[in-house]
């Protein structure tokens, strides 16, 4: 008979191990929007003296009786007021010394809001949107996070539809053109880019124009229903 395993308890292994389950474990929201043709991200200013006059990415410490995914929507609720909106987990960084009270590992999720369409409970005097080409420094590792979730959005937005959560239900092809040029920070030929827009066939023909504007008007059109995207990521 083959050797019985030497089985031990939960509580056995948690005393045996005690440093190890002493490891915080939080959750980083990079919320990403769009307005005035910037992309931006909101950020709130550190409370800690470690990190005086730095802002930081919007997170908390997930809780004893919660999961991550419950962590990164309450955080989104309680900074912005808003409960169905795109939201990607990203990636998982756990280098020692990021925090400066003890080992805290973190899971990064971003959102894409609309902020011209939804109003924000934001009530906090130190919460505010900032340009995400202008940000050079910010508290902990969150400017590796931004960049690390940027990098996800940039890599995705011409195979999937989720840069339209940034954008009102109506908007021009020279709108959408803006977006992605301040995602990916590059000017793009205008022929070009709606040649690859019209392939990935996402877009409806609204019927209706533009109005109230200097310039000549365009098309307006919407994203097909079939491709829209709320709640969490489940691409591969």
């Known amino acids: ?82 409960e169905d909106v795109y939201l990607e987990q990203v990636h998982t960084f756990g280098t020692t010394g990021r925090h400066p009270s003890g080992r805290v590992i973190t899971t990064a999720y971003y959102s894409l809001i609309d902020v011209t369409h939804h109003k924000f409970n934001l009530n906090h005097n130190d919460l505010h949107w900032h340009a995400v080409k202008d940000i050079k420094k910010l508290a902990f ?20 539809p989720v840069v339209f959560n940034l954008l009102q239900d109506k908007f021009s092809l ?26 990935k066939d996402w877009l409806q023909d609204l019927n209706e124009m533009e109005t109230n504007l200097s310039h000549r008007p365009g098309k307006l059109y919407g994203l097909k229903e079939q491709y829209k995207i709320k709640g969490t990521n489940t691409l591969a």
């Open 141 to 160: 590792d969150h400017k590796l996070i931004l960049n690390t979730c940027l990098q996800r959005l940039r890599s995705q937005i011409m195979e999937h």
């Open 1 to 82: 008979m083959p050797n019985e395993l030497n089985l031990k308890t939960a509580a056995l292994e948690k005393i045996s191990h005690l440093d190890y389950f002493n490891i915080a474990i939080s959750v980083d929201c990079v919320i990403f929007g769009y307005d005035n043709k910037e992309l931006n991200v909101l950020l709130i200013k550190s409370d800690l003296e470690e990190f005086s006059g730095l802002y930081s990415l919007l997170g908390d410490l997930v809780r004893p009786d919660e999961d991550l995914e419950r962590a990164s929507y309450r955080v989104l609720e309680d900074r912005t007021g808003m």
């Open 174 to 199: 020279r709108e959408l053109q803006e977006l992605y040029e301040a995602i990916l920070d590059v000017k793009l030929d205008r022929r070009n880019f709606r040649k690859k827009i019209a392939v």
